[in-house]
């Protein structure tokens, strides 16, 4: 299992040398190399869109059978089979599979890992013949006043100033993912349900603390980071404006024993209000 990850890594570092490759002979080996990094990010996210649409497809399709999940657990409490029969044959018909959301993530999981370690330390996995190699084993050129092998904590050490550039690129991975998180939930009612106030809570941490740890890794891999995020927004607007946005489950049907306006009014109308007064001074 070990060789085919390394296998992978090599194949993906195969693919940064030939960025490299294409773009140096235009800019400096430090342009170039970040270049490649952003390129090489790219080109795999566009190669797992595929599946990073099927995935949010069907969580989204869990999101908004909500309410009649609510209302099938409610009706058949009392017979669990039943329940269980039920419930899956809404999400199937929903496209909620468990599959759908786990499968496409389990795919993508050995890519990401294997970029990780390709950015964390290339040498390991280049061409020991290949001007990537060459040019990072000489220490490597800058871009954008960054030398990508060295980590924001290393430039710390040389000086303030020196480090600005490895601070601003951090703080800019870091609201890159908060601008993300706001889009996605942008007009969603807040959820309700048990346990949800400390989903998002850490949710809303995350990105602090994958902030945090980058302070020891090398710029390279931030770059990585800040390029991903920047790409997953932009798969998210291309998603909403394909499928536009998530319903909100409160919105998407009503809850049981909740009134849904089958009289003819809508619920909570002041025609319904009237006709329940009507009700109540009849009842005296």
């Not at 990850?5 to 080996?29: E, H, K, M, N, Q």
């Not at 199937?92 to 999981?109: E, I, N, S, W, Y």
């Not at 996995?125 to 006043?145: C, K, M, Q, V």
């Amino acid at each position: 299992m070990g060789e085919i990850f390394d296998t992978l890594i090599r194949a993906l570092g195969s693919v940064l040398d030939f960025y490299f490759d294409l773009l140096t002979p235009l800019v400096s080996d430090g342009v170039g190399y970040g270049l490649a990094i952003i390129l090489l990010t790219i080109t795999i996210n566009v190669v797992v869109f595929p599946l990073t649409l099927k995935q949010t497809r069907a969580t989204r399709a869990f999101t908004e059978i909500q309410p009649k999940i609510k209302k099938i657990q409610a009706e058949y409490k009392d017979d669990p089979q039943e329940m269980q029969r039920r419930l899956m044959e809404t999400q199937r018909a929903a496209g909620a599979t468990p599959g759908g959301c786990l499968l496409p993530l389990l795919v993508q999981m050995p890519i990401w890992f294997a970029l990780f370690r390709l950015l964390r330390v290339p040498q390991d996995y280049l061409d020991e013949t290949s001007a990537l190699f060459l040019s990072l084993e000489n220490g490597g050129a800058t871009f954008l006043g960054m030398t990508l092998g060295e980590s924001p904590s290393m430039a710390m050490q040389v000086g303030l100033v020196h480090a600005i550039p490895y601070l601003l690129m951090i703080a800019f991975m870091v609201a890159t993912q908060y601008v993300q998180m706001w889009h996605s939930t942008y007009g969603q009612d807040r959820p309700d349900q048990k346990g949800a106030g400390a989903q998002q809570a850490i949710t809303k941490i995350m990105p602090l603390f994958i902030g945090v740890i980058s302070w020891n890794f090398p710029a390279g891999l931030v770059l990585y980071w800040t390029t991903s995020n920047l790409f997953r927004l932009g798969q998210q607007v291309l998603i909403f404006k394909i499928d536009g946005r998530p319903t909100p489950p409160s919105k998407a049907e009503p809850e049981p024993g909740q009134d849904d306006g089958s009289d003819g009014s809508k619920p909570g109308s002041p025609q319904q209000g009237a006709a329940d007064k009507r009700r109540r001074r009849r009842r005296r």
